[in-house]
């Protein structure tokens, strides 16, 4: 027995060493389940490239836009666990769990979290016809006015929204959501005055605050964001606790090998760690993330745990 189990763990660990050593054996598929356009999507092509170097593999990227990101999504969780399809999704993946009631497939059980790609705060932007120069201002405007100013979003369960939820829960305010089909649409409204308030990705609006078409107040991030520092975060404006990152994230199907992980992750990193990568996100709105393996699991597990209060809070669902 116990020569038959000294061969048995040789035979493993050989056989372990040997798919850390033939990983990759063909092409990668990285899909991302938003369409074309956006920091996933110019995250996932300029790290395709480099990765598909450093590997010497091509590293593919798949556009599989729908339903929030639920569509890609399930294809990555349904893939075979060998490191050959990777999901590069947002904060969205946190989110669905507790705003659709019939996934596809389980957030937590069937997908790993690998790194952390990229930070990206929302803003909190008004028309410059509301009368609230800071983020005091429009907190006692909004209690003094309850339900008579609305806040546009890029739609419902969205990160725009539940930023806007997550203010109004922190701040005891009571603002109307109008929800769109998208962001440019909310934007566009926004900029006419139809409506006054928007927690909106920093990209879509920056070029309006700086023109003073809109007024920046703050960022959503823990701490200044390194592209706009001029702007406070809502934290550090007086409302403790507030946090909202639009992440991106690398994710594999459950059952990987965990070498295959590492090695992704440890590929990746290097990439995000050059100079040229955090030029080229900050004009995306953007910062390379740091988090990886069981730091961004820790992560992903806590982003989770704080949607589904707020979701339950404001009631978000999407049908």
Known sequence: MCRALVIALCLLTSACVHAQQSYPVKSIRMVVPFAPGGIADFAARNISQRLSDSLNVPVVVDNRAG????????????????????????????????????LPFDTRRDFIPVLLIADAPNMLVTHPSLPARSVQELIALARARPRDINYGSSGSGTSVHLSAELFKALTKTNMVHVPYKGGGPAVIDLLGGHVQVMFASLPSVLQHVNAARLRGLAVTSARRFAGAPQFPTIAETGVPGYEVSSWTGMFVPARTPVDVVKRLAGETAKILAAPKMKEQFLLQGGEPGTKMLDEFAAFVESEIVKWKKVVELSGARVD
């Open 67 to 102: 339903a929030a990101g639920i569509t890609g999504s399930d294809i990555v969780a349904k893939a075979p666990p060998d490191g050959h399809t990777v999901l590069v999704t947002s904060i969205a993946h946190t989110i669905n769990l507790s705003v659709n009631k019939n």
